[in-house]
């Protein structure tokens, strides 16, 4: 199934560039995430949109800044990375109504290198 | 504290074997969703199973089974005569209402089928 896409799937920044990931769901879903996965760590939810507004965001530097501009498109807008920030980056998205949250979908991921 | 425990880092196992991943979850909440994910070196978190709380059957889907068991808070995936497509990492979620339905993931376990 490919609900949910991810541009690019690998990218090679240096610590002064500024680049961008996209995220595109297709499964009328009304809420999307956006997740790092680093090597040996758990998966750690960095932003949550909801009806397209920001409902969490996780103590993640302002070097991160999402953008969701509507319920289908969800943008990690990357500048002045560091090494560190090198991980695989997850979209998802699930259809939250009243006080419940559905099943999280996921993208194929963004293999992110900062040089 | 770690909401969700996968004590099994790597198994492997040869081709037909069974394998067990063991999960196990810690919440105070009445009401709480348990997930299993898979992801292959392709990246991508593909979605197995979804539990609700008060629906302790296991269940069986093909070659996968899932024992629920509330009792020793326990949510374990077992794959029925194992595939080198198996090959994967396993991820144990929990959703909670008291964190607004976010996923608490573990640290996954690496299944290696060998032929």
């Known amino acids: 199934e490919t609900g949910v896409t991810q541009t690019p799937r690998h990218l090679v920044m240096g610590m002064t560039n500024k680049k961008s990931l996209k995220c595109e769901q297709h499964?009328?879903?009304?809420?999307m995430y956006w997740y790092k996965q680093s090597a040996k760590k758990p998966l750690e939810l960095m932003f949550v949109?909801?009806?397209?507004?920001?409902?969490e965001n996780n103590s993640v530097p302002s070097r991160f800044s999402p953008e969701c501009p509507n319920s289908s498109h969800l943008f990690l807008h990357l500048h002045t990375l560091q090494p560190e920030d090198s991980a695989l980056y997850l979209c998802?998205?699930?259809?939250?109504?009243?006080?419940?949250?559905?099943?999280?979908?996921f993208g194929p991921g963004t293999r992110l290198t900062v040089l | 504290a770690q909401k969700v425990t996968q004590a099994q880092t790597e198994i492997s196992v040869v081709e037909k074997e069974d394998v067990t991943l063991d999960c196990v979850y810690e919440?105070?909440?009445?009401?709480?969703?348990l997930f299993w994910y898979k992801q292959p070196p392709s990246g991508e978190l593909v979605f197995l199973i979804r539990?609700?709380?008060?629906?302790?059957q296991n269940e069986i889907s093909g070659r996968y089974s899932w024992n629920f068991q509330k009792s020793t808070s326990s949510f374990n995936f077992t794959i029925t005569a194992s595939q080198v497509v198996d090959s994967a990492v396993y991820f144990c979620?929990?959703?909670?209402?008291?964190?607004?339905?976010?996923?608490?993931f573990g640290a996954g376990t690496t299944v290696t089928v060998r032929a």
């Open positions: 998802a998205s699930s259809q939250r109504q009243g006080g419940d949250t559905d099943t999280q979908y």
């Open positions: 499964l009328g879903h009304n809420a």
């Open positions: 949109y909801s009806l397209e507004e920001r409902v």
């Open positions: 919440t105070r909440d009445t009401t709480y969703y």
């Open positions: 539990r609700n709380s008060f629906d302790e």
């Open positions: 979620a929990l959703s909670e209402v008291a964190n607004d339905y976010k996923l608490s």
